[in-house]
Each structure stands twice: as structure tokens, then as C-alpha cells.
T-cell receptor, first 113, second 113 residues
């Protein structure tokens, strides 16, 4: 089972920041938080991941709380092309790990003009 | 670099018939995954290969599903015989050694009537 809880849906105005929350209260010390998104009729796409520090790349920012029990994915200036299902996934890293992703239901983000 | 290729993109069959899906991962990616995504749900891992060996097939219904990755490159997923509940999108993903991001193909949408 997925180890994360996300709201089923959210709306965001085009050009505004989209803040997608994720709860992972049972996360353990060697587990990373990953975000993927899936645009309609496409395969999932990697966005960003982190352990405990905040992370930023060209697509998004990831803010992880100090206790690591929750995180927020931030799309700074949402566009209509960001409309997708966003998945928050907790995954153990390290040698021997298979890299398996366990997807939950995700959050459907609708960006509106 | 070219992405993960899958074919066919769409397939309609009757129950009890057989079907096969093909995946060509990104060049140099040793790990290959097959996921099943039922409408409205997140993808679920069916099987994972490391080169041409199976790493995890715990969620594969082995009475009807089979998969192979001969020569450690392309892979084929087969269903024989198909059931109505096999209607789903079948996603292939690949990953390079030492990097945990998975790259997904566009998927094959299977409809069983």
C-alpha cells in the first residue's frame, strides 16, 4: 500500500503558484519523497525528489517539513500544461533496493485560465 | 535521447483471447518495469527486470501473465487468456543503474470485451 495521503483534487489559476500537499507520517529515516506527474494519456513523469532538505529544479520546488511527516510540491507559475495527476511517493533508498514505486491515487490538479 | 517505446498503443480483444505488448527501454537502462494502471488508479508494478533476470514478480498473476526480457534489452508482456478485469493501460518504464528516476513509455491501452 502507498505510504502517502494526498487530496484527490485541487484547482489553480493559470500563472499562480500551485501548492500540492502530501502527508507521509510513517516515513522512516532512509526513505525519500518522490513526486511524479501523469498528464492525460501519457506515462508518469519524474518531477523531483528529496530526503530532508528542500529541493528545487527547473520544474518545481519540494518543501519537506522538519519532522519529515509531510511535504509540499510547489509549481511556481502554473500553466495549462501542468494540468495532470500528481503522485507523491515514499521510497526507501540504498543498496539492494529494487527502485519499486508504489503509487497511490494522487492529486488531480486542474489549472484554469 | 530517445524515450521508452511501446507498441501497440491500443488493443481491443475479446475475453479468453491472447495479447502481447512490446517495450523498448532507453538505451543503456539495465532495469525495466511493467506496470498495470486501471482507470482511476495509480500504476501498479507487475514485474521488474534487472538486465534479463527477474527481480520482483510478486504482483504478476502468473496463471495468465508472463513476461520476458531476452538479451536484456527489449521486453514482452503477454496475457493468455485475457479476462475483462485485465482492461487497463500497461506501462513500461526503465531506469539507469545508480539513478533512481524511472522513465515511462506512453503505455498500451488494452480493452477486453
Amino acid at each position: 500500500d502507498a505510504k502517502t495521503t494526498q487530496p484527490p483534487s485541487m484547482d489553480c489559476a493559470e500563472g499562480r503558484a500551485a501548492n500540492l500537499p502530501c502527508n507521509h507520517s510513517t516515513i522512516s529515516g532512509n526513505e525519500y519523497v518522490y513526486w511524479y506527474r501523469q498528464i492525460h494519456s501519457q506515462g508518469p513523469q519524474y518531477i523531483i525528489h528529496g530526503l530532508k532538505n528542500n529541493e528545487t529544479n527547473e520544474m518545481a520546488s519540494l518543501i519537506i517539513t522538519e519532522d519529515r511527516k509531510s511535504s509540499t510540491l510547489i509549481l511556481p507559475h502554473a500553466t495549462l500544461r501542468d494540468t495532470a495527476v500528481y503522485y507523491c511517493i515514499v521510497r526507501e533508498e540504498g543498496s539492494g533496493n529494487t527502485g519499486k514505486l508504489i503509487f497511490g491515487q494522487g492529486t488531480t490538479l486542474q489549472v484554469k485560465p | 535521447e530517445a524515450g521508452v517505446a511501446q507498441s501497440p498503443r491500443y488493443k481491443i480483444i475479446e475475453k479468453r483471447q491472447s495479447v502481447a505488448f512490446w517495450c523498448n527501454p532507453i538505451s543503456g537502462h539495465a532495469t525495466l518495469y511493467w506496470y498495470q494502471q486501471i482507470l482511476g488508479q495509480g500504476p501498479k508494478l507487475l514485474i521488474q527486470f534487472q538486465n534479463n533476470g527477474v527481480v520482483d514478480d510478486s504482483q504478476l498473476p502468473k496463471d495468465r501473465f508472463s513476461a520476458e526480457r531476452l538479451k536484456g534489452v527489449d521486453s514482452t508482456l503477454k496475457i493468455q487468456p485475457a479476462k475483462l478485469e485485465d482492461s487497463a493501460v500497461y506501462l513500461c518504464a526503465s531506469r539507469r543503474a545508480g539513478v533512481y528516476e524511472q522513465y515511462f513509455g506512453p503505455g498500451t491501452r488494452l480493452t477486453v470485451t
